[in-house]
Every structure is written in structure tokens, then in C-alpha cells.
């Protein structure tokens, strides 16, 4: 079965500063792919960032990047000039072939002015 | 575009009452999920539905039943709530191909039980 562990329950950064979440995750699986969701107080699920494992490049989006290790099985996101409204909390997921999607517990960030 | 729609919001059960839990999307998904959220365990899965005709069980199915009524619905039932099952319920779809990035959720709102 697959895992996926974030080793951070809480986090915290100052406002403009760079901050990285750690993630790993277990598989015997080679074709997957992983996620970072963000859910603000809302309680709604928001995507940050997507990696499809047979890519070696690493997925940006503005802000955010990841850090993809695929052989030590690792995942992390940076946040770079980090904002107010990027407090949060964040999960690090993985989705087999079968789209079963497996969250980590979570990470809460909070960005202090 | 209305996304995924869950019902109801909010509700407060007594132990051993039951109730489902509708979830219905309006994208042609054909992946649908049910998640439950409880404080420091993020999202556990409960069930899923790979395409419309199937279920598979997840992380923590005890004491939940679902159904795919159509491509559209999936619903979530508790036949003897349990104060355990206390928690936020997400529903949640996919397009599920192989191709990059089309494999992204989106969710519901959630649905905050509470079993008394």
C-alpha cells in the first residue's frame, strides 16, 4: 500500500522569506503522480502544484516549486517570497495508476508579517 | 459550472441514527472519491469509484457504505453512525487518463458531521 509522510505538522516563515515542505511517500509503483494541496480556513481544497513521476524536471508554478527525488522518494515544496494568503495547511499526496489518491497529514504553514 | 456539489453542509446525528451523504459533479469525471478529515490524520480515504459500476474500498471503510447511483453521484451512507465517525466528509472527482495533468481532483466544500 502506498504512504506518504509529512514529517512537519507545523511551520512557520516570515512574510517574502523562502520556506520548504518536506514530503516522502512509499510505492513499489514507477508511473504515478504527486500533488501539493492547499487548504486555507475556507476548508476548500486548493491545488498548488502537480508532478507526473516520469518526469525528471521539476513542476513550477510561479511561487512554488518541488524538489522530486523519485529515487529516495521524496517530495518537497519551496514557497519562495512567501505571502500572507500562503498561510495554510499544505498536503503532499500521491496518485497510483488506479487514481487512488493517498494524503500526508499535513502541514500547517503560517506566514508572519 | 457548479463543480462538485455535496449535501448536506452540516448535520448533527445520535449514535446508531443513520444518514447519506450526496455528492454529485457536473464535469463528466468518471473517478469519484469520498475522504474524511480528522484533526493531525489529513485526508483518509473511505471509498472510491475508479468508473461509473465500480467501488473500492479505502483506508477506513468500517461502517460506510457507498454507492455510484450514476457517472454523476456518489453517495455515502453511515447505517449506524458512530461517534468516531465524527469528522469533515470531502467528496471529490477526476477525469481519469493517462495523459499529463489531467489526472488533478477537485473537490467539495465538505460536509461537517457531527455524531452526538
Partial sequence: AQTVTQSQPEMSVQEAETVTLSCTYDTSENN???FWYKQPPSRQMILVIR?????QQNAT???FSV???KAAKSFSLKISDSQLGDTAM???AFMNWASRLTFGE???LT??? | NAGVTQTPKFQVLKTGQSMTLQCAQDMNHNSMYWYRQDPGMGLRLIYYSASEGTTDKGEVPNGYNVSRLNKREFSLRLESAAPS???VYFCASTRQVRISGANVLTFGAGSRLTVL
Fill in chain 1, 51 to 55: 508532478q507526473e513521476a516520469y518526469k
Fill in chain 1, 32 to 34: 504515478y503522480y504527486l
Fill in chain 1, 61 to 63: 508554478e510561479n511561487r
Fill in chain 2, 85 to 87: 465517525q465524527t469528522s
Fill in chain 1, 67 to 69: 524538489n522530486f527525488q
Fill in chain 1, 106 to 108: 499535513g502541514t500547517q
Fill in chain 1, 90 to 92: 499544505y498536503f503532499c
Fill in chain 1, 111 to 113: 506566514v508572519n508579517p
